[in-house]
């Protein structure tokens, strides 16, 4: 009897061996140039054009990037965007910069974009959507390039493409620059890793063992996510490269390529390391720590029992949560149940049609405990756990699912080629082909449910950037650049927060005008605005980024003359009154006073003290100075007999758009307009 072999059958002649690793073309020390690749690239890129299913991707993807620009459309910097721009601008292009932690984030890409904008194009909205747009769109092409590589050309990659492609999960950290910045290019290296992994398993060339490294590198610079790159590589290929069962394909791998998978254990290896020397919780909620056991329940159940499932199939069709960055996800019961039925039903049937679909999902479940919830507990698992329904936590999972329900359901080129020779004793991990029709009813379910995902993706989508409060927060910076470019040349401008739909109050100082607006100012008029200095006249903005005159409030400590005096009383020109100082950068002491010459003044606060110059004023003026210093007395030194003080104030700053008197000269009403300029001119 005539042998049998994987690549001979009964009463055959041997057959050519079939190879599941292509050979590569080139000798490993030479390559083809630059001109040769783009040559071949474009000669590429025009047969590819004319292939339907390549025509009908793109039909797809110019559908998404019309998502997402209405979505872009509607959104605006928003919070921790102006604390890059403020950061930006207060600092130089320094390696403690750039590799400084942001609330726990380690992203020196991410921070060199922000310093290029901020120098060249500050809150300027359409050069950052822009960008994350330009990045967006190569990691959509990307995808579909790796699912081409894996499965070959087929109508079906259309079903895994448009998940991606239109997936409402990646709409808010798109719409939402600060997130971007982190996740879109982190989205961009994961295809592109995962693209060139595959070649150089296939293959061998060193080249993409090299591209790949770069890739994860590029990664690293801005999610600290690409941690977990290497290890979501190296699982992908074991489970679906390389032959035979799970450890069978592990001792291949390192034998095989032992030196590639060394250097991606050396790049996580340096990079926890290069992460652990940055990191610097200090004593505040930020950043990595220790989690509370309900806070991190509560995130985790929102994030993997509610989030993820209703987004990942096209929900969550309304954002019942609004936050200044735009909605979050809180799902009714019977979205969720119906998303858990959807899930069931998509699992089972992707293990009937597949035994090996099991490892699809595993790869799925995995990427969403190691990569998602365990450094998102870490991180924000203190405090409330409503963390865990932002669904930019869970974007990037978006990616993993469509490229898993592709793996769940087709057939990658390896695994093909090693069922077309395993003729004898290796059973197929597929079912027999079904016939015509079966095929057709299988293609037409698919496509009715890629439609019906389409459809409540992009409701979704519109009904998220309903949620978004873009106008407003354009206005506001549109009334700032006007006020900016109008600028008075004399007197001091003074910080105040911006509203809190702008950046939310719990940012503390970093909330200021002199932190935030400071790069909009033209020239050097930004260091006015950063480094508040002395006037005679006070400038702060207001709620709606209208630069105004400034004003005290009758929180301020206000000392004013006697009923029967016309001036405060000195004691050879010094005096001091008990006084509420709450010292920070928004603390402002005024003077209202008469002078026939130039005069020497002191002010101190809480043991420090501050020097000035008033000018002379016969008239009646004012003098205003930054007072940082936290105390309780406030204490004033003149030249004997130079000035006569008509009033004082100690305190923060409001708008006053009658640009009436600065001191409230009445501590139980605000003073009337027309009264207060009759007391500027007695003084």
Same mark, same amino acid.
């Given at each position: 009897?005539p042998?049998?072999?994987?690549t001979?059958g009964?009463d055959? +002649?041997p057959?050519?061996?079939v190879?599941?690793?292509?050979p590569?073309e080139?000798?490993e020390?030479?390559?083809?140039g630059?001109?040769?690749?783009?040559?071949?690239?474009?000669r590429?890129?025009?047969?590819?054009?004319?292939?339907?299913?390549f025509?009908a991707?793109?039909?797809?993807?110019?559908?998404?990037?019309? #998502?997402?620009?209405?979505v872009?459309?509607a959104?605006?910097?928003v919070?921790d965007?102006?604390?890059?721009?403020?950061?930006?601008?207060?600092?130089?292009l320094t390696?403690?910069?750039?590799?400084?932690?942001?609330?726990?984030?380690?992203m020196?890409?991410?921070?060199?974009?922000?310093?290029?904008?901020?120098?060249?194009?500050?809150?300027?909205?359409?050069?950052?959507?822009?960008?994350?747009l330009?990045?967006?769109?190569?990691?959509?092409?990307?995808?579909?390039?790796?699912m081409w590589?894996?499965f070959?050309?087929r109508?079906?990659?259309?079903?895994?493409?448009?998940?991606?492609a239109?997936?409402?999960l990646?709409?808010?950290?798109l719409?939402?620059?600060?997130?971007?910045?982190?996740a879109?290019?982190?989205?961009?290296a994961?295809?592109?890793?995962?693209?060139?992994?595959?070649?150089y398993?296939?293959?061998g060339?060193p080249?993409?063992g090299?591209?790949?490294?770069?890739?994860?590198?590029f990664?690293?610079?801005?999610?600290?996510?690409a941690l977990f790159?290497?290890?979501l590589?190296f699982?992908?290929?074991?489970?679906?490269?390389?032959?035979?069962?799970?450890?069978a394909?592990?001792?291949?791998?390192?034998r095989?390529?032992?030196?590639f998978?060394?250097?991606?254990?050396?790049?996580?290896?340096?990079?926890?390391?290069?992460?652990?020397?940055?990191?610097?919780?200090?004593?505040?909620?930020?950043?990595?720590?220790v989690?509370?056991?309900?806070?991190?329940?509560?995130?985790?159940?929102?994030m993997l029992g509610q989030v993820?499932?209703?987004?990942?199939?096209g929900?969550?069709?309304?954002w019942?949560?609004?936050?200044?960055?735009?909605?979050?996800?809180?799902?009714?019961g019977f979205v969720?149940?119906?998303?858990?039925?959807?899930w069931?039903a !998509?699992?089972?049937?992707?293990?009937w049609?597949?035994?090996?679909?099991?490892?699809a999902?595993?790869?799925?479940?995995?990427y969403?405990?190691?990569?998602?919830?365990?450094?998102?507990?870490?991180a924000?698992?203190?405090g409330?756990?409503l963390?865990g329904?932002d669904?930019?936590y869970?974007a990037?999972?978006?990616? !993993?699912?469509?490229?898993?329900?592709?793996?769940?359901?087709?057939?990658?080129h390896?695994?093909r080629?090693?069922?077309?020779?395993?003729?004898?004793?290796?059973?197929?991990?597929t079912?027999?082909?079904?016939?015509?029709r079966?095929?057709?009813?299988?293609?037409v379910?698919?496509?009715?449910?890629?439609v019906?995902y389409a459809?409540g993706?992009?409701?979704?989508?519109?009904?998220?950037a309903?949620t978004?409060?873009g106008?407003?927060?354009?206005?506001?910076m549109?009334?700032?650049?006007?006020s900016?470019?109008?600028?008075?040349?004399?007197?001091?401008f003074?910080?105040?927060?911006?509203? +809190?739909?702008?950046?939310?109050?719990?940012n503390?100082?970093?909330r200021?005008?002199?932190?935030?607006?400071?790069p909009?100012?033209?020239? =050097?008029?930004g260091?006015?605005f950063?480094?508040?200095?002395?006037?005679?006249a006070?400038?702060?903005? =207001?709620?709606?980024?209208?630069l105004?005159?400034g004003?005290?409030?009758?929180?301020?400590?206000?000392?004013?003359p006697?009923?029967e005096d016309?001036c405060?009383?000195?004691?050879?020109g010094?005096v001091?009154?008990?006084?509420?100082a709450?010292?920070?950068?928004?603390?402002?002491?005024?003077?209202?006073?008469?002078s026939?010459?130039?005069t020497?003044?002191?002010?101190?606060?809480?043991?420090?003290? !501050?020097?000035?110059?008033?000018?002379?004023?016969p008239?009646?003026?004012?003098?205003?100075?930054?007072?940082?210093?936290?105390?309780d007395?406030?204490s004033?030194?003149t030249e004997v007999?130079?000035?006569c003080?008509?009033?004082? #104030?100690i305190?923060?700053?409001a708008?006053?758009?009658?640009?009436?008197?600065?001191?409230?000269?009445?501590q139980?009403?605000?003073?009337?307009?027309? +009264?207060?300029?009759?007391?500027?001119?007695?003084?």
């Amino acid at each position: 009897m005539p042998s049998t072999t994987p690549t001979t059958g009964p009463d055959r +002649e041997p057959e050519v061996e079939v190879r599941v690793r292509r050979p590569v073309e080139e000798p490993e020390d030479e390559g083809p140039g630059i001109g040769a690749l783009a040559a071949d690239a474009l000669r590429g890129l025009r047969e590819v054009s004319r292939d339907a299913v390549f025509r009908a991707a793109m039909a797809v993807l110019l559908v998404a990037l019309a #998502a997402k620009v209405y979505v872009l459309n509607a959104s605006y910097f928003v919070e921790d965007d102006f604390l890059f721009f403020g950061a930006a601008y207060a600092t130089d292009l320094t390696p403690d910069y750039l590799f400084s932690l942001h609330k726990g984030h380690f992203m020196p890409g991410a921070m060199f974009l922000v310093y290029l904008q901020t120098a060249f194009w500050p809150y300027n909205w359409w050069v950052s959507a822009g960008v994350m747009l330009v990045f967006q769109t190569l990691a959509l092409l990307t995808f579909l390039r790796l699912m081409w590589e894996l499965f070959g050309r087929r109508w079906a990659l259309l079903i895994p493409f448009s998940v991606y492609a239109l997936a409402p999960l990646t709409i808010p950290v798109l719409g939402w620059w600060a997130a971007a910045l982190n996740a879109v290019p982190f989205q961009l290296a994961i295809l592109l890793s995962l693209l060139w992994t595959v070649r150089y398993v296939r293959t061998g060339d060193p080249r993409y063992g090299w591209w790949t490294t770069a890739a994860v590198v590029f990664g690293m610079f801005f999610s600290v996510k690409a941690l977990f790159l290497p290890s979501l590589l190296f699982v992908f290929a074991v489970a679906f490269l390389y032959p035979g069962h799970l450890w069978a394909g592990t001792v291949r791998a390192f034998r095989a390529h032992r030196a590639f998978w060394g250097a991606m254990v050396a790049l996580t290896l340096g990079y926890l390391v290069l992460y652990l020397v940055s990191q610097n919780t200090g004593s505040g909620t930020e950043g990595a720590g220790v989690p509370e056991a309900e806070a991190a329940t509560e995130l985790l159940r929102r994030m993997l029992g509610q989030v993820f499932p209703v987004g990942a199939l096209g929900g969550p069709y309304e954002w019942a949560l609004i936050t200044p960055a735009g909605g979050l996800v809180e799902p009714r019961g019977f979205v969720v149940l119906g998303a858990g039925v959807m899930w069931l039903a !998509i699992v089972l049937s992707s293990l009937w049609l597949r035994g090996r679909a099991w490892r699809a999902w595993a790869l799925l479940l995995g990427y969403l405990v190691f990569v998602d919830a365990v450094p998102t507990v870490i991180a924000r698992g203190r405090g409330h756990g409503l963390a865990g329904a932002d669904p930019r936590y869970v974007a990037d999972a978006a990616l !993993i699912f469509a490229l898993c329900l592709a793996l769940a359901f087709l057939v990658v080129h390896e695994q093909r080629a090693r069922e077309s020779v395993s003729a004898a004793g290796v059973p197929l991990t597929t079912r027999a082909a079904p016939g015509r029709r079966a095929r057709r009813n299988r293609a037409v379910a698919a496509a009715v449910l890629t439609v019906g995902y389409a459809a409540g993706a992009l409701y979704s989508t519109y009904t998220y950037a309903g949620t978004l409060s873009g106008d407003r927060l354009r206005e506001y910076m549109d009334n700032v650049r006007a006020s900016m470019a109008d600028l008075p040349e004399e007197g001091a401008f003074y910080p105040r927060p911006v509203p +809190e739909d702008v950046v939310l109050d719990w940012n503390g100082d970093l909330r200021l005008t002199s932190h935030v607006l400071p790069p909009l100012a033209p020239g =050097d008029d930004g260091d006015r605005f950063a480094y508040p200095g002395q006037g005679a006249a006070a400038y702060v903005f =207001d709620d709606e980024g209208t630069l105004v005159p400034g004003e005290h409030t009758l929180f301020s400590s206000t000392f004013l003359p006697g009923p029967e005096d016309e001036c405060l009383g000195t004691l050879e020109g010094a005096v001091s009154w008990p006084a509420l100082a709450m010292g920070g950068p928004e603390q402002v002491a005024t003077l209202a006073y008469t002078s026939d010459a130039d005069t020497d003044l002191v002010v101190s606060v809480g043991g420090g003290w !501050i020097e000035a110059v008033l000018p002379a004023a016969p008239d009646g003026g004012f003098w205003h100075l930054p007072v940082p210093q936290q105390g309780d007395r406030l204490s004033l030194l003149t030249e004997v007999d130079a000035l006569c003080m008509t009033a004082v #104030a100690i305190g923060k700053l409001a708008p006053d758009a009658d640009g009436g008197h600065p001191i409230p000269l009445s501590q139980e009403e605000p003073a009337d307009p027309a +009264e207060d300029a009759g007391d500027e001119g007695e003084g």
